[in-house]
T-cell receptor, first 114, second 117 residues
Framework: KAGVTQTPRYLIKTRGQQVTLSCSPI?????VSWYQQTPGQGLQFLFE???????NKGNFPGRFSGRQFSNSRSEMNVSTLELGDSALYLC?????????????FGQGTRLTVV | AQSVTQLGSHVSVSEGALVLLRCNYS??????LFWYVQYPNQGLQLLLK??????LVKGINGFEAEFKKSETSFHLTKPSAHMSDAAEYFC???????????????FGAGTRLTVKP
């Protein structure tokens, strides 16, 4: 069974630009969560999608948004990029909403904002 | 709201020695608890989880953890360290039913494990 696939693996963007990251969950998994990982703040929850609806949201500005498609694939978008948005963005898929099933992470997308 | 504290940002052990990584949680409801491992330039891999039932949980790669409610702890152990165990380890907590309106996991700051030959 294929794992969680995130594309692209690496991105370099300029301040003020926008970026879209993609995540394909494990087949049959319907919940997708996104996390930001930085050396200073560690792992922080961005949002969770289930059945194409955002179910939970972390404490991030509105520049961070996402969506989920009917095949459970998810994208997250960051607009008006700032230097502080440089981070590893991790996507995690779960069988269903909630964490009791455990979350399975992709390898992440390393975003560098210059 | 839940939170976790990992004691020790760096732990160094000799190959073959006991590995003990400490995690204490704060939660006003019985939590779900997780340990994840992250190798360089990789995502997180689930080692083990505690939801309900037996308090001693066995995971992959010979790791186990024990949920101790009285101590609000969920320490990760492995009897004998291997060079391949060198990585960063994260403890995480979540609210089982989102009664505080979140199903997200809250991660600790991580503990970097070094294994000396």
């Amino acid at each position: 069974k294929a794992g969680v696939t995130q594309t692209p693996r690496y991105l370099i963007k300029t301040r003020g630009q926008q970026v879209t990251l993609s995540c394909s969950p494990i087949s049959g998994h319907r919940s997708v969560s996104w996390y930001q990982q930085t050396p200073g703040q560690g792992l922080q929850f961005l949002f969770e999608y289930f059945s194409e609806t955002q179910r939970n949201k972390g404490n991030f500005p509105g520049r961070f948004s996402g969506r989920q498609f009917s095949n459970s694939r998810s994208e997250m978008n960051v607009s008006t990029l700032e230097l502080g948005d440089s981070a590893l963005y991790l996507c995690a898929s779960s069988l269903a909403l909630g964490t009791m099933f455990g979350a399975f992470f992709g390898q992440g997308t390393r975003l560098t904002v210059v | 709201a839940q939170s976790v504290t990992q004691l020790g940002s760096h732990v160094s052990v000799s190959e073959g020695a006991l590995v003990l990584l400490r995690c204490n949680y704060s939660s006003s409801v019985p939590p779900y608890l997780f340990w994840y491992v992250q190798y360089p330039n990789q995502g997180l891999q689930l080692l083990l989880k505690y939801t309900t039932g037996a308090t001693l949980v066995k995971g992959i790669n010979g790791f186990e953890a024990e949920f101790k409610k009285s101590e609000t702890s969920f320490h990760l152990t492995k009897p004998s360290a291997h060079m391949s165990d060198a990585a960063e380890y994260f403890c995480a907590v979540s609210d089982p039913d989102g009664r505080y309106n979140n199903n997200d996991m809250r991660f600790g700051a991580g503990t970097r494990l070094t294994v000396k030959p």
